[in-house]
């Protein structure tokens, strides 16, 4: 591997102290050099001193606002890009790297296959015992990985459609053609946008099964809002998917026809559901035809 590579890793960090020592300590204990970047979108100084204080070789960017999690790391990216660098590791700051050679190896194996834009570590669950599958299962199992790995003969890489954003190593060719995460994501749906982007632009997407981190990700209950507003942004993701056509017009029949059959049935509540999404869809029709246009170009979309 070529020692002159330039590989940056960007934590964005938000109330995330009890996770510090493990993902950063990984990080420093990476067999090949990388240079850190922290984005803090915490309020308040306690987290920024904390990094500070444990961890002084991480370069620290404080936002002094949560801005979401894709905007934090678009500014991360862009700082990496201003700096030279070859490639980028995001990595969330409840995940760590399973071993010191887990990012040689994934850079390794970029170098070899630079048709992949992303590349992913298997995510590990934090007992250690079984994998996240909140972070595979938006997709069927890749078949060939299966029959590879009960014949012990694995490959390096396989292509995937979905790998959740907790682990990305991008290439720098990557985010010149594609750029960073699309503003209108502010929580939720942000990788799942960004994958499609990556796809439309020729890259493959591809999930490593010999390097791993350990995510302690737990799928959470949420509200009832909470739960509305990730079904917003997940129709989000098929409005803004480059690589289908746009019909908006489809959209909205499709909507009134659920709430038809929801008031129909008696269903009041997810009527107004129905309705609400309505209503965000006509609100958000300007800002979806921007993203296309704007993600359908070959340069660094929203880095700035």
Known sequence: MNEKLKIFVIVVTYKGKRWYDKCFGSIRESVIPVQVVAVDNSQGTEDANYIKTHFPEVHLIKTNENLGFGKANNIGMQYALDNGCDYVFLLNQDAWLDAPDTLEKLVEIAEQHPEFGILSPMHINIEGQGLVMECFCKQPTNKSLIEDLYFHQ????????????????????????????????????????????????????????????????????FSNERSQLRQKQFLLVEWTDINKPLSLRRLYRYIIRKWMSYFCNGNWTLAKKQLDILRYCVAKRKEIRISRNENIQEKPSWLY
């Open 154 to 221: 694995l490959k390096d890489v396989y292509e995937t459609e979905y790998i959740h954003a907790a682990a990305w190593l991008l290439s720098r060719k990557t985010l010149e053609n594609v750029g960073g995460f699309d503003p209108l994501f502010f929580q939720y749906a942000e990788d799942d946008n960004y994958l499609k982007r990556v796809l439309y632009h020729g890259f493959k997407v591809g999930v490593c099964p010999e390097t791993k981190i350990v995510h302690d990700h737990h799928a959470s209950e």
